[in-house]
Structure formats: structure tokens, C-alpha cells
């Protein structure tokens, strides 16, 4: 019988549902909250709010896609932890009083691992162990998996995540929240190499990134009026370079140390299409296999929880219906 999992994700300001049928995804449908651009980041309150109202009709279209009833479900998988408290009570919620209703299994997934595991959505996966550069808007994380459930974090950063690199550089230039996409937009017509900017030299695996906002803002401010107008494409191109450069050098570093070869990213900012071109062109030169998940799976997805509940559900990791989320989690 195949298996048929429901998976939700409610982490931040994303609410998702996917179906999961034998480990391939069926569908993955995300309500995007744009409520928060006004405010400059995400408001934790309004975020709850939207999620009440998204969460059913996300929940029906991803099973109407998937040609599903509720009574064809094996289990419900939502995400733990980490995010927004309110924002994850949400998924939770409605996905246990779904498995209490329905009497199926619960699997609980952390959102950290649903990331890097995303890398096996795809047809061509992966072979184990591998490393993965996860880079988000609340962590950046190098990853030794190796299995699917066997995931060490060995490198991580010691302040700013990668994505709030981008989105806080882009605050400073007068771009809206979430400022990374833009970012990468502009950049494309600019100049990486017009402006430089602070690279830290933070030991071992890991890194920081309240270096770079701040050399950026010196930088702006000793700059005339009309200056980022007139300079945007470049400055953009220059600042995503910086950010690039300190990601994949500690990447090649933690390939070194480890000799594991096969090479994954995972997270928002793996959208970004200066890190995607980077790390292939890297691969080819180092000899290193490399994999990117397509762009719905970078980005906060339920898919990416759907393929952990998979291989949870395989090793017979269930929960009880008293597991609640928590906004911080070690793995
Ligand atoms: O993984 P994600 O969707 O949510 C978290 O778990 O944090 O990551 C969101 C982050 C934001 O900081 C956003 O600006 C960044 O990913 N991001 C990008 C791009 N797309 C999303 N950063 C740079 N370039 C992009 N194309
Ligand atoms: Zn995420």
C-alpha cells in the first residue's frame, strides 16, 4: 500500500501544505503573507492571524491537486520548531486535532532539517553522506548528512543569518522586506566588483555576517544624497559578491576537512541566482557533485516537511498528540 502523507508548514510567514505519496511530492501549495512588506520584517501577530485564515483552504487545494480525500491520509506531519511561536501553534494545532479526528499517526519535523532533506525531492538525489549550506533568513548552517535522519550541523554563524544579510543590506539601501530578491534582481545589471566590502575571519566552519551590514552602512553614509540611485545595480552585485564569497569559501573549506564531495544547498537564499551560478561553477572546478533544489523548494515550502515525514514515517518516528511546537530547537 503506498503511504500517503499531509504535511504543513507554518513556521514564519509562509503557510503551506503538501502531499507526499512514496516519497514523491504530489502537490505543495504556499499562501504567501504580503501583509508584512509595509512594516519592513515580519510582524509575529499578523503572521498568526493570516495563518488562521490560510491554513484551510491551503490544506484543500493541496489535497484536490493531489487527487486526495482526508480519508486517504497515512499521517499528518507539521513542523515543530524553530519559527514564530504563534505562527507554528497554528500548524500544530490543526494538525493534531486532523490526526486525533482521523485516528493517523503524527509526525513532528524540524523545519532546520526539512531544509536540507528538500535535496530529495528531486529525481536525481543526492548519494549519502553529503554536505549542505543551508542559508535562510534565521540561520546558515553547513550540514553533514549521513542519512536522511543522520543530519550534524558542523559549521554555523555566530551572529546574522545569510538572509538577514540580505534582507538588512537591502533596508539600508531603501529596498521593502524581504530585500534578497531584489537584491539578486538588481544585481544582475550591476558591477560585483565596484564596491568591496567587510569579509570577516571567523574560525573553523563558521561565519558572520554583522560585519558586512555595518561596513555597508559606513559606507552609505559617507556617501552624497542620490547616491544609491544612481549606483543600485552595483551596489547590489557588490554586496550579494561579498556575501557569495564568504558562503562558498567556508563551504570549499568544510569539503576539505570532511573529503565529502557531494555538495547540496538548501534555504531561501539558495534561491539566489549568483549563489546557484557560484557553487557550479565551483563544482565543476573542484570536481564536487552538486545539487540545487528547485526554487519552490528553497523558499519555506510543506513539501520539504512532506519528504522528512516520509522517511520519519519509514523508521517509524511518530509523536504523540501532546508534542507542541517550540520556537528554538537543537537538532
Ligand atoms: O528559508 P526561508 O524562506 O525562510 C526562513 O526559514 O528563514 O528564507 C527566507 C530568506 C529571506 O532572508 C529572503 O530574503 C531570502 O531567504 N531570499 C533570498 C532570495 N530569495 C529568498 N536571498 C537572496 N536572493 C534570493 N533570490
Ligand atoms: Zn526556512
Not at 493541496?62 to 491520509?73: E, R, V
Not at 546557484?276 to 563544482?283: A, F, I, Q, S
Request: overall charge negative; some cysteine; aromatic content about 8%.
Amino acid at each position: 500500500m503506498p503511504v500517503t502523507i499531509l504535511a504543513i508548514e507554518s513556521s514564519c510567514d509562509e503557510t503551506s501544505a503538501s502531499i507526499c505519496v512514496d516519497g514523491k511530492i504530489l502537490s505543495n501549495f504556499i499562501a504567501n503573507q504580503t501583509v508584512h512588506e509595509q512594516y519592513g520584517g515580519v510582524v509575529p501577530e499578523l503572521a498568526s492571524r493570516a495563518h488562521m485564515q490560510n491554513i484551510v483552504p491551503v490544506v484543500d487545494r493541496a489535497l484536490a491537486s493531489a487527487g486526495c480525500t482526508l480519508s486517504s491520509l497515512d499521517a499528518i506531519a507539521f513542523t515543530q520548531a524553530p519559527g514564530l511561536i504563534g505562527s507554528l501553534l497554528v500548524g500544530a494545532q490543526f494538525a493534531k486535532s486532523l490526526a486525533l479526528s482521523l485516528d493517523k499517526p503524527l509526525i513532528t519535523v524540524h523545519h532546520m532539517q526539512a531544509h536540507v532533506l528538500a535535496n530529495l525531492i528531486a529525481e536525481e538525489k543526492p548519494d549519502f553522506p553529503f554536505i549542505c549550506l543551508t542559508v535562510s533568513g534565521g540561520h546558515t548552517q553547513i550540514v553533514l548528512a549521513n542519512s536522511p535522519l543522520d543530519l550534524k550541523v558542523i559549521g554555523e554563524t555566530i551572529d546574522d543569518a545569510a538572509g538577514e544579510a540580505f534582507d538588512k543590506s537591502a533596508k539600508l539601501l531603501g529596498l521593502p522586506y524581504p530585500g534578497g530578491p531584489l537584491i539578486d534582481k538588481y544585481a544582475a545589471s550591476g558591477n560585483p566588483l565596484k564596491f568591496k566590502f567587510a569579509e570577516p575571519q571567523i574560525p573553523e566552519l563558521n561565519f558572520s555576517f554583522s560585519g558586512l551590514k555595518t561596513s555597508v552602512l559606513y559606507f552609505l553614509q559617507k556617501q552624497e544624497p542620490g547616491f544609491i540611485q544612481q549606483n543600485l545595480a552595483d551596489l547590489c552585485a557588490s554586496i550579494q559578491y561579498t556575501i557569495i564569497r564568504i558562503l562558498l569559501k567556508k563551504l570549499q573549506k568544510a569539503i576539505t576537512q570532511t573529503g565529502v564531495k557531494n555538495v547540496c544547498i538548501a534555504g531561501g537564499v539558495s534561491a539566489n541566482s549568483g549563489l546557484r551560478k557560484g557553487l557550479t561553477e565551483m563544482g565543476e572546478k573542484e570536481g564536487w557533485k552538486t545539487y540545487i533544489p528547485k526554487f519552490e523548494y528553497c523558499t519555506d515550502n510543506a513539501a520539504m516537511i512532506a519528504i522528512t515525514a516520509y522517511y520519519k514515517y519509514l523508521e517509524g518516528q511518530f509523536s504523540s498528540l501532546e508534542a507542541g511546537p517550540t520556537a528554538r530547537a537543537e537538532w
